[in-house]
């Protein structure tokens, strides 16, 4: 394999993982099994810790989807009210 060619499959590996960081302790969840996620970006652990203290979890979902900006300025997440309607 070229070498530029995988250098470029590694920055962007990279900056996948990076989008997947957990909003509330800031740790990674690119590798977190998706039962133990809320969103992408929230662990369940941290949602949980947070809805004991009085912040439900669809707020933190509906908080978690909103488009905010990576550093490169690209939104990630997409968010459709009518998807968490009902």
């Known amino acids: 394999m070229d070498i530029e060619l995988r250098k470029r499959k590694e920055i962007k590996q990279e900056t996948i993982e990076s989008s997947w960081e957990c909003d509330q302790c800031g740790k ?3 590798s977190t099994d ?3 996620l809320v969103h992408p970006r929230l662990h369940l652990g941290c949602a949980l810790e947070a809805e004991n203290q009085g912040h439900s979890i669809k ?3 509906l908080e ?3 488009d905010i900006p990576d550093k490169n300025g690209t939104v990630t ?3 459709n009210q009518e998807d968490v309607e009902g």
């Open 34 to 36: 998706y039962d133990y």
């Open 28 to 30: 990674s969840t690119f």
């Open 77 to 79: 997440w997409q968010f």
């Open 64 to 66: 978690a989807c909103e």
């Open 59 to 61: 707020d933190q979902y």
